[in-house]
């Protein structure tokens, strides 16, 4: 069983339906016990970073997933979600994270000339670094998924498991052991982000 | 490297695709779930339903299927038409679409796109805009093209920008449905207007009308069409196939 984590944050409708559609039995809940008894946990959140960390702080689930996912649990971020696991971000502002991977969440605009759009939206390809992720397990190098952001995670290199080029190299996805995290929408990205899903929700704990 | 997105446009009168043809290995072309999944799997960026429904029975109908829709399909939803408040953002957002467009409604409420924004994102507010020249000038149309606004077109895409709307969808009433191509000279007026992704509607025929959009106008991010990939004079993996061998950048 896999667990969406519920902290009012986002429209988990497609995330829902693209994991019953990999086969997995999907639950999404607030509830650390039926958190603890699943086998993979996936953090979505769409929307500003300050609000997400507040409630995720308030509702005292921050603790409680700091420590599954130290556990050995497979644990997915996804958007938001996987910017909650660096330790800080500079949207509007500055503000904690759940500090799982090292490194900052910064605005694209500067990074990347100024002809390019920003939020980054459409279709990107993937470019793979490092040692073959298990996450990409059933997918390849340059495949495209779908973006939506307007700050990246910076200052991981080396937990980058992916980048696309988009004027500059940004940051699509991390790891650190079984901790990840997707910049992008797998949920949106067809037949890849699928596959994605899918090796995520095969994944094993410690 | 991002690529330029193809968007085939369903439009639903209570619960059913108005216009279509046949397509191989597709048992009910009305079906809105059949053809979009159709369309996913022939590589569709992005599909917009534009719900024409006019009675609330019709309406439900059309959540019902949205719901359906994005049970299995998984690329980006945008859904219009009915859209005049935050609740039928709600509404339409929570059972799977990602990107909402408004048109009247956001002229005859100017704070709705505000206030969406704020509640959902920039990234889920698209502004569609029907665009046409009236004496050299051009004009915005409400009601489905059938009433001129008076308002300047520039301007109001501009403020609703400001106002937060993440995309642009830009309808040339002048070129709609004459399938001699994309309006280019209103497109180009647009892109050098505002800085978030355009999407352009109206006027494509063939594929050579997309290959002359992306090549002309670096600026514009996505093509859309309806009618032409419905009645099957355009194959979308034909079209996405002639973009890549022409080095616009397309998702195979």
Redesign the interface.
Known sequence: MVAIVDYGVGNLFSLKSSLKAVGAEVVVTADIEVLKSADQIILPGVGAFEDAAKKLRESGLSEKLISLAKSGKPFLGICLGMQLLFEKSYEYGEHEGLGLIKGNVRPIEGVIPEEYKIPHIGWNSLSFKGEKSPLWKYINDGDYVYFVHSYYAADCEKNVIADSEYGARLTAAVADGNIFGCQFHPEKSGTVGLNILKAFTEMKGE | ???K?IIPCLDVRDGRVVKGVNFEGLRDVSSPVELAKYY?SCGA?ELVFYDITASSDGRKLFTDIL?ET???V???LTVGGGINTVADFDRV????A?KVSVNSGAIRNPDLIYEAAKL????CVVISADVKRVDGVFRVFAKGGRENTGLEAIEWIKRCVGNGA??VVLNSIDTDGVKKGFDLEMLDAVCNAV???VIASGGAGCIDDFITLFKTLDKV??GLAASIFHFGEVKISDLKAEMAKANIPT?L
């Open positions: 490297m991002i690529t997105r996913s960026d719901c994005a049970k299995s998984f690329i980006p957002l929570k059972c799977g990602d959902y994102g920039d990234q993440g995309e800085s978030v992704p991010d996505a998702r």
